[in-house]
């Protein structure tokens, strides 16, 4: 019987063979906002301009996308900022008695 180990060097020592870990980016998220017939159009461009540092001009297209669309994508970012986001918006809304809800979902 042979004394060979596929495991073992020449040398009697451990053969290792180096792997690189397998690296896969976080998966992001996108915030959306959804359309209601009730809150007024310069809150919802106020909303996008103070969370989501849009200029006014790119605001108002957002906000237009929203009410015609029914949708609108507000940015897209780590799940943590994403949540963090949406609660932001919504307890804001809230504070400010409109229904706008803002969600997330996977990008």
Known sequence: ?????????????LALQETKPQLQKPPLYKVILLNDD???????VEVLME?????EEKATQVMLQVHTQGVGVCGTYSKDVAETKVCMVNEYSREHHHPLMCSMEIA
């Open 51 to 55: 969370f989501f540092n849009m200029s």
């Open 38 to 44: 009730f809150t007024p159009m310069d809150f919802v």
């Open 1 to 13: 019987m042979s004394d060979f180990d596929p495991l073992k060097d020449n040398d009697g020592e």
